[in-house]
């Protein structure tokens, strides 16, 4: 469980020093193998198209799952 936060915390560090993107929060869902099934991304700037294109192209390069498995969602 340990790594998998540190795997979050991790995403979250690299997305913030991306530029575009200051503020994200991020939940890595696992299968019964513990392989990375599914990320969420809930970022500040996540209305905006170009951010949006930036992270999951990110998180694909990362973690090798489809865009249709990551959600990049605007913070309130």
């Not at 997305?15 to 299968?31: F, H, N, R, W």
């Not at 996540?46 to 999951?56: D, F, L, M, S, T």
């Amino acid at each position: 469980m340990e790594e998998k936060n540190s795997l979050e915390q991790q995403l979250e560090e690299l997305l913030e020093k991306t530029a575009g993107i200051s503020k994200v929060k991020v939940m890595i869902t696992y299968d019964d193998r513990e392989q990375v099934e599914g990320v969420v991304v809930v970022a500040k700037e996540g209305n905006y198209p170009e951010v949006q294109k930036a992270i999951i192209e990110t998180v694909q390069v990362l973690f090798a799952i489809e865009t249709c498995r990551i959600k990049v969602l605007p913070m309130k």
